[in-house]
């Protein structure tokens, strides 16, 4: 039996960069506001085990290979030593700082923090599941939001056991550099954590089912980010389907048989990355008391935020769309300012993506792809960091910047990037398309000399083919 019974204004179930974002801004409205989070911390997977501490061990591990391989170059001459132990207790230290941050806003803003398992017993009402199963809390409350986030998806015949074969949770944590590993999946988590423990002296291997990395990236952009990342020593073996993987002491070996038909072969690696996905966390929610079905994949259909129940509101991974941080904050936003009886509104042609790796790779709006499937006339611009003197002067112009703009309108439809500090700068962009720019509204507004800002707007000069500087 629960303990205590609460009414407030909304609960929120889950504490991730949606469920945080969204219990923040109820609070700023002045609701009373309830955000059921069963972690130790806030910030759900993004702080705790996903974007930040993997972005922590990139910069760190980012800044080691540079000490060792592009120094001298310069005109420093050092000998980095590597400490993992240390590496990975300032990637902790950040995230604790983080994580209290978090529970400072709940704060400030009045919103409460009930520590325990979410989920829902019926309309407008929340129970909060202990550690041992028991029902500790009950909240009711006139609107209930979903924001439980996702998981790692896992792959038949290969089993995660976090020591030999890990996710990516487990890959940011490991004991040791591995002299091999084999990552399996060529999306933004796997290469991320692959180039992790590239730089850091693992050899790394990626197999992927598709015939190319990161789908949903512009097709070139994604060729050319490939091409980056052999020359840096990840090998790809595309085409590939893992049919088996068998743990062992210090190794595991795994079963790979070519996607189009023939003989499978069997790789051997220290360890084992798993990281062909994520899927949303909707299971043991209580849906089914206020009859809400998910679909096949456990995603919950929406609209504007609303799910098939009154009263019972879903945003962030559990729904359709990226599954992005930034996305879940937009739709959090949203989603309390429409409960507030306010226009909420989120703008899902504009939210950016971007692969932390180096080269940086970072996009927004429509793929060349896509523009031609919809038979939609566009105009290219495209400008190399190879001639923007800032990227030139630091020994990191790989890459380029391409705008993608209608031809008749000029109105940017799609922004696509590789190169150094493009995931800071790609915002440039989506500021102009929220206003909906023309390309010359870019390319006549000036920008800062030297810096690799510059190679945006020579980039937008290029679609009505008047770059100046390359």
């Known amino acids: ?3 205590t019974t609460t009414t407030y204004d909304v609960v929120i179930i889950g504490g991730g960069p949606a469920g945080y974002n969204a219990a923040i801004r109820a609070g700023q409205l002045g609701m009373s506001v309830a955000c059921v989070e069963k972690r130790a911390t806030l ?3 993004c702080l705790n085990v996903g974007c930040i501490p993997s972005k922590a061990l990139l910069h760190a ?5 540079m000490a060792g391989k592009d120094f001298a170059a310069i005109g420093i001459d050092v000998k980095p030593k590597l400490n993992l132990v240390q590496m990975m207790a300032q990637k902790a230290e950040s995230v604790a700082a983080l994580t209290r941050g978090v529970e400072f806003l709940f704060k400030k803003n009045k919103a409460d923090w009930v520590k325990g398992l979410g989920r829902i017993a019926g309309p407008g009402k929340v129970e909060v599941v202990g550690d041992d199963g028991r029902v500790t809390a009950t909240l009711s409350a006139k609107n209930i939001v979903i924001a439980t986030g996702s998981e790692p998806s896992g792959l038949p015949g290969v089993e995660v056991d976090q020591a030999r074969i890990v996710d990516s949770t487990g890959a940011l944590s490991l004991p ?3 002299k091999s ?10 290469l991320e954590l692959g180039s992790v423990w590239r730089r850091l002296g693992a050899e790394v291997t990626v197999v992927e089912f598709l015939d190319r990395i990161t ?3 512009d097709t070139e952009t994604a060729k050319t980010f490939q091409r980056s990342l052999t020359k840096q020593g990840v090998v790809f073996k595309l085409g590939s389907k893992v049919t088996g993987a068998k743990a062992g002491k210090s190794d595991v070996t795994l079963t790979v048989e070519p996607v189009a038909g023939g003989a499978p072969e069997t790789l051997k690696a220290d360890y084992v990355l798993l990281a062909i996905g994520r899927k949303p966390v909707t299971a043991g929610l209580g849906l089914e008391s206020v009859g809400i079905v998910p679909d096949k994949r456990g995603f919950i259909d929406t609209d504007h935020w609303k799910t098939s129940a009154a009263g019972i509101w ?17 739709e959090a936003v949203a ?5 507030a009886g306010k226009a909420g509104h989120v703008n899902y042609g504009i939210i950016p993506s971007v692969v932390y790796t180096f080269p940086e790779v970072a996009w927004v709006g429509q793929t060349e792809e896509e523009l031609k499937a919809a038979g939609r006339a566009y105009k290219a611009g495209k400008f190399p960091f190879t001639a923007n003197s800032r990227a030139k002067v630091n020994h990191e112009a790989e890459g380029f910047v391409k705008v993608l703009a209608d031809a008749v309108t000029d109105e940017i439809l799609g922004v696509h990037m590789i190169g150094p500090d493009v995931g800071e700068m790609i915002a440039e962009y989506c500021v102009a398309m929220e206003f909906k720019a023309a390309s010359e509204d870019v390319a006549r507004t000036c920008h800062p000399h030297p810096t690799r800002s510059e190679a945006l707007r020579q980039a937008a000069m290029g679609v009505e083919g008047w770059t100046m500087q390359a």
């Open 61 to 65: 591990s980012e800044l080691y290979e």
């Open 335 to 339: 989603c309390i300012e429409t409960i």
């Open 215 to 217: 789908p949903g990236m």
């Open 314 to 330: 879903a945003i962030g991974d559990v729904t359709h769309g990226p599954m992005l941080a930034h996305k879940g904050e937009d």
């Open 43 to 45: 910030g759900g997977t």
């Open 181 to 190: 590993l084999i990552v399996i999946g060529a999306g933004i988590i796997g």
């Open 1 to 3: 039996m629960a303990d």
């Open 176 to 178: 040791e550099v591995p």
